[in-house]
């Protein structure tokens, strides 16, 4: 993915890794600004180029009760507001082939869910909004095989795609992160390593999917350290009441500490 072809991030001089953070799903105009604001403030100091994520909708839940959206077009205007007011680039998850344009006079990058990498319409049609695609792995494919779902992007004429690694199914309730996933993906486009998601448990028997947060700094050392091009963080200021995902995210107090320290992992890595 050329980062200089999102116009936002086209001066960021940076040989850092790129973030991708934000809330999973836009609960409210206020939310979002405050953290895309408190993101900002970090990401400017350690000088790591960032694009906002929130969703837009969640179609992939676990019970029929669970938190979908405030309204699709409600939320992709917050999304635009944090992109006007912070001059930031933003991305956001599709799941219909519907979705891609209009998600796409939005936002900036369009996230293909990783259950549903694999729907050659969905990927087919965010590609031909000619915006930057991130191609979420699916849990229960192989690293080797997403070289086919970059090349879909890529057969639709858009050559801006990369991979995010979300981990991959480990038994019934748990993800394993195989950081050989990294070198052999950076074949076919840049990668990101999705922190927050490879800590997910998910299929719990009271239908909320649950995590293992404190694990959050090893994976994302570990990601940095295997030459993950970006990292992907879901974060709130309050997790435990966030509406979606918040067993897993990280708590946004805790996020300059994080990235402090890998900012300086990366930069040892680039004098080896």
């Not at 205007?77 to 007011?85: A, F, Y």
């Amino acid at each position: 993915m050329n980062l200089d072809l999102i116009p936002q991030l086209k001066h960021t001089a940076s040989n850092n890794f790129f973030l991708l953070a934000g809330p999973c799903a836009i609960e409210g105009e206020d939310m979002a600004l405050r953290i895309a604001e408190k993101v900002l403030t970090i990401t400017d100091k350690l000088e790591i180029p960032y694009i906002f994520k929130g969703s837009f909708r969640k179609a992939n839940r676990s019970r029929i009760d669970s938190f979908t959206g405030i309204g699709d077009e409600k939320a992709l205007k917050i999304l635009r507001k944090v992109s006007e007011t912070f001059k930031l680039p933003t991305v956001t998850d599709i799941h219909e082939s519907s979705d891609a344009a209009m998600a796409a006079a939005y936002v900036d990058v369009l996230q293909i869910p990783a259950f549903l990498v694999r729907q050659t319409d969905l990927v087919v049609a965010a590609a031909e909004t000619g915006k930057v695609i991130n191609l979420k792995k699916g849990q229960f494919m192989s690293p080797e095989s997403m070289q086919h779902a970059v090349k879909k992007v890529t057969d639709s004429g858009n050559n801006q795609v990369c991979v995010t690694d979300r981990g991959t199914m480990f038994g019934y309730q748990d993800m394993l992160v195989d950081f050989r996933g990294i070198p052999t993906m950076k074949q076919f486009a840049p990668v990101v390593l999705d922190v927050t998601h490879s800590l997910q448990q998910p299929n719990q028997t009271v239908g909320v999917t649950g995590g293992r947060p404190e694990m959050i700094s090893t994976i994302a050392r570990a990601g940095i350290a295997a030459g993950a091009d970006g990292l992907f963080i879901e974060t709130h200021f309050d997790p435990a009441n966030a509406k979606s995902d918040g067993a897993n995210m990280l708590d946004l107090a805790n996020l300059e500490k994080l990235l402090t320290d890998l900012t300086a992992i990366k930069k040892t890595i680039n004098q080896l």
